[in-house]
Each structure stands twice: as C-alpha cells, then as structure tokens.
C-alpha cells in the first residue's frame, strides 16, 4: 500500500503506540478478570454443566484458549492477507466490538473447530489459555500488519490485526460473564 493512498481512517498497515499499548492492557485485564473467575475451582466445579449440552467451565476455558490460538495464527498470515478498503471505518467496528461481543444473548454456537474437545481438565485449559495469552500479548509489541489488511471475521466481516487482538479480550469477557453465570446456578457444586 503506498502512502499517497492511506487515509485516515486507515494510516498505515501498522498500529499506533497507543493502539498497541491499549490492546496489551486490554488483553491482561481480561486475562485477569477470567483467572479471578476460575480461581480456587474444586474437579467438581470445572466440570458443572448447567444443562445438558451446555459447556462445562473446563470447556469454556479450552474453547478460549482454542481462539486464542487461532487468533494468533490469524495476526501471523495477515502480511499475506487482502488490503482493507478505505471506505470500511476501522475506529466504528474498533468501538462495535468492544461493545457487542461482550453481550452474551443471542447465544452464538461456535463452530466444531473452536469447540472444545474435552479433552483437557480446568487447570489444564487454564494454564494453556494463560500461555497462550502471554504469547499473543507479546505479540502485541512485534506484530506487523494490525492495521491495513484483513480477513474475514465469520460474523462481522473483515477485521484487521488490531481488532482480532480487541476481538480477543472482548471474547474472554464474554465468557467470564458466562462463567460467572454457571457459579451463580442453584446446582453449582459447593466445592
């Protein structure tokens, strides 16, 4: 992209000191808000499902750290990725998925490859979340491309770097309200 065709809304195929700054605190906060919520879970706990066919905490914690993974994976091929239009207002859906991810209804079924597998117990899935929202947030600092090229979000359409980092943090919120939903159950274990 040459510079005579950026615009404002679109400055350059990098993000800001403070974009970037705002994304690593925003990443940590959530992180930490989601390892408050799990803090102390006893077997019994990790696994309570609310309803059959509901995830179980554990579940909920893998599936996170399945998207942190992708999400990753995504920052890393958008050197290759397809240029942002200079009509789309990056600021607007920055905003719209701080705003609406986090909203829990409707519920939005994930799709078999970001669903959990079971396979892992509660802190199992904790500690491969926490690792891996440690490498995405030092990625924050090194990744190249958070603004000017796109992929595909599978609901809100094209994201770039910066709002997949925001799309992560807003994700993790969204499923620390559910966790704290799930412990506020009549039928959630004690311990």
């Known amino acids: 992209m040459e510079n005579s065709t950026l615009t404002a809304t679109h400055p350059a195929e990098t993000a800001t000191p403070a974009e970037r700054d705002h994304a690593a605190r925003y ?13 102390g879970l006893s077997d019994a706990q990790w696994n309570f499902r609310p309803r059959p066919g509901h995830w179980s905490l554990a579940e909920t914690v893998e599936h996170l750290a399945i998207i942190e993974e992708r999400i990753k994976q995504i920052i890393n091929g958008l050197p290759q990725a397809a240029a942002d239009s200079p009509e789309r207002d990056a600021k607007q859906m920055d905003a719209t998925i701080v705003a609406v991810i986090p909203i829990r209804y409707p519920r939005i079924t994930a799709p078999p490859v970001v669903s959990p597998a079971s396979a892992t117990s509660g802190p199992e899935a904790l500690e491969r979340f926490r690792a891996s929202r440690a490498r995405t ?11 000017g090229r796109v992929t595909l979000h599978p609901i809100f359409g094209p994201w770039d770097g910066y709002q997949w980092l925001l799309g992560s943090g807003a994700h993790c919120v969204r499923h620390t309200a559910q966790i704290l939903e799930m412990r506020e159950d009549p039928n959630f274990p004690a311990a």
């Not at 990443?27 to 803090?39: F, Q, S």
């Not at 947030?137 to 603004?147: D, F, G, N, P």
């Open 137 to 147: 947030i030092e990625m924050v600092a090194s990744a190249t491309h958070l603004r």
């Open 27 to 39: 990443l940590a906060v959530t992180r930490d808000r989601l390892l408050e919520a799990v803090k």
